[in-house]
């Protein structure tokens, strides 16, 4: 069977090689910076919480659009983020984590990436963790838009906008102009189903509404050496899940309310935190909730901006362990509750476009629980807290001259539990021609830490430190655009980051507990080299390098999961079908080093993907291969994969080649 996919892929790349040539004789003279944009996403909302020109915004921004996750064959939103240059992903076979520029510490779940929804905060009021996986709340159909803001961004957002704000614009309810029905299979009968539902009635109400639901048994037959007192190491029917989501968006002149609720079970097939291998009642449920009203006035004084919301976040976690010869099943329970409230102006002063603003969160529920469910019924843990934060910010945006802009902002931040915080941003924007935009910016963030790494103690395995610092990071950083004919656009950007009181899960060897502390400085460098292009023939492709360099400066030693070299690569060509495209990627990753110093090798996956579009009136079709060549690999996991024999895993293996069909239907 390799031997057929690989000679279809041959003759892909073939076509694509060839229509390229093809096009590049379609291109004509610019003559305008807009004009080189016309055919994409020219604006940016999450950069300075209003709309911009991406070339006006003070941070290096990528949009990916519905087309491009469509024509990517993208299921989650973690695989969005690993086809963007710098970025990279790892699973532990329960949740999905993201990493940028070199900076990605095992057990962490992306608490320094800020996930937004149509600009509500998602990110939980206990772990603080970012949702990328199959946990994410939102069906990746109802994205029509995402847009990833590099770097600091607590100038505007505080806490957990350390690395990057992930900004995810969901569909509105005039683009279903009626109904949806998609459906999917593929490799371990992983099943897939979404009802939807929109338009605008003639009183200007905007609705859309939709249900889905996900199923699969995952890999039947995991090995794990590392376990091979019991069953040989090999874990049996133990990766499957299931989920299923609400999403519910009405909006009526400058008001709109957004609904979201998702809830997911994940058996998990390894033996993390001290359980039982191969036992099958280890799993995990998650459950999100969020109800955002939001009201957006334009005009008079000043543009007012003003948006509530209601998050709840729950969490249990079954973990069967091995007491004295006795299993006892285990229970981990959380509840994170939070009531939030962002308000803020824009008002224009002549050459000034300046925002002022103010966000509160009341986290009143930080509620984490551990106790024994079987064979009998012991707490070992109850505790819970609140918080109250307070964020007060302010950004002017200064045409000091019609192609040069300084952007320059502020935020001060309280805590109940450690006091304030200020971080800064600034942003030099230049335009020396209408093709070319050269940005010089400086930005401050911080992660507070959170009630988890605070409070949680289960007297076995993990216990809490109170005496925990935010941690700071500060990053400069020089990037230039350049646009190349009608079609073409390369990126090229420098950048150095210093981190302080890094927050890293650690062994305690006077207990051989695991515990959170505030490690030295680390400090970053790198370049991203990257250059695209979009024909009107419905050609287009992209290449990007990345190099990064991490230390940590009391050892010199290279932090644990930080590749040091990113190669992601991708090509788009039509096919002779009505409206059907063939997209090829590739992505690489370095080699890096797990929790225990272990170099992990690196990867390169090649992707496939043929869409169709109205193959049928209102139907499209596409098949996707993930992993097409069956390349063997793994991830680096963190301390908390060691079991009750103390074996640990020192990384854990992903999936081979597999493939999904899937069908959409609009009426």
Request: glycine share 10%; charged share 20%.
């Amino acid at each position: 069977m390799f031997q057929y996919i690989r000679i279809i892929l041959t003759l892909v790349l073939i076509t694509v090689v060839s229509g390229t040539a093809g096009a590049e004789e379609m291109q004509a003279s610019p003559e305008s910076l807009e004009q080189l944009m016309s055919l994409e996403v020219t604006t940016v909302t999450g950069a300075s919480k209003y709309q911009q020109e991406l070339t006006d915004a003070p941070a290096s921004v990528s949009i990916v659009t519905a087309n491009d996750i469509r024509k990517g064959g993208y299921r989650t939103l973690a695989e969005v983020l690993n086809s963007v240059r710098g970025f990279y992903t790892t699973y532990n076979r329960a949740y999905n984590s993201v990493g940028a520029r070199g900076f990605s510490p095992p057990g962490d779940f992306g608490t320094r990436l800020l996930v937004l929804v149509d600009g509500y905060r998602l990110n939980d009021a206990v772990f603080e963790q970012a949702p990328l996986g199959r946990d994410f709340p939102v069906d990746i159909d109802l994205i029509d838009r995402i847009e990833i803001i590099r770097g600091p961004g607590s100038a505007l957002y505080g806490t957990n906008a350390y690395l990057a704000i992930i900004n995810v614009i969901t569909r509105n309810g005039k683009d279903l102009k009626g109904g949806e029905l998609s459906a999917s299979g593929g490799s371990y009968d992983a099943w897939t189903s979404r009802v939807s539902g929109g338009g605008k009635a003639l009183n200007g109400v905007e609705w859309l509404f939709s249900g889905s639901y996900r199923d699969s048994t995952g890999t039947q037959s995991l090995s794990f050496p590392e376990y091979a007192a019991t069953n040989n190491g090999i874990a049996q029917g133990l990766d499957g899940e299931n989920s299923w989501d609400l999403l519910a968006k009405v909006a009526w002149k400058d008001f709109s309310l957004l609904l979201l609720h998702q809830n997911r079970v994940k058996t998990i097939p390894t033996a993390s935190f001290y359980s039982i291998f191969n036992d099958p009642g280890k799993k995990t449920t998650d459950r999100h909730t969020l109800a955002g009203l939001s009201y957006n006035g334009h005009g008079g004084w000043a543009d007012l901006n003003a948006r509530l919301t209601y998050n709840r976040y729950e969490y249990v976690g079954d973990y069967p362990l091995d007491n004295a010869g006795v299993r006892t099943l285990n229970r981990d329970l959380t509840v994170a509750e939070w009531i939030g409230s962002d308000l803020f102006g824009v008002k224009t002063f002549g050459d000034h476009l300046v925002t002022v603003g103010m966000e509160h969160r009341w986290q009143f529920t930080e509620q984490q629980r551990n106790f024994e469910v079987t064979p009998t019924s012991a707490t070992v843990l109850d505790d819970n807290h609140s918080n109250l934060v307070q964020g007060y910010y302010l950004q002017d945006e200064y045409h000091i001259l019609h192609n040069l802009i300084l952007n320059a902002g502020l935020r001060y931040d309280h805590y109940n539990n450690f006091g304030g915080t200020t971080n800064r941003r600034a942003a030099l924007i230049w335009k020396p021609l209408d093709v070319s935009v050269l940005r010089l910016s400086y930005g401050e963030a911080f992660r507070a830490p959170n009630a988890y790494e605070q409070y949680y103690s289960d007297q076995v395995g993990i216990k809490g430190s109170t005496n925990l610092r935010p941690e700071k990071i500060r990053t400069l950083e020089l990037g230039w655009d350049q646009f190349i004919g009608n079609n073409v656009k390369t990126t090229a950007t420098l950048y150095y980051s210093r981190i302080e009181h890094q927050l890293d899960q650690v062994v305690d060897p006077v207990d051989n507990l695991q515990v959170f502390t505030n490690q030295s400085r680390l400090e970053t460098k790198g370049v991203e080299l990257q250059a695209e292009g979009k024909w009107e023939n419905g050609f287009s492709g992209r290449v990007s390098y990345s190099y990064q360099h991490s230390e940590k400066q009391d050892s010199g030693q290279v932090p644990a999961n930080a590749p040091s070299s990113l190669v992601k690569a991708s090509l788009t060509a039509p096919v002779p079908i009505k409206k059907s495209f063939v997209t090829v990627e590739t992505l690489y990753t370095g080699s890096s080093l797990n929790a225990y110093g272990e170099r992990i090798a690196g990867k390169a996956i090649v992707n496939l993907t043929l869409l169709s579009r109205e193959l049928l009136q209102g139907l499209d079709l596409s098949a996707s291969i993930y992993n097409l060549f069956d390349t063997g690999y793994a991830n680096p996991v963190g301390f908390e994969q060691i079991n009750s024999l103390s074996e640990n895993l020192r990384s854990i293996r992903q999936d081979g080649i597999t493939f999904r069909l899937k069908a959409t239907y609009r009426f």
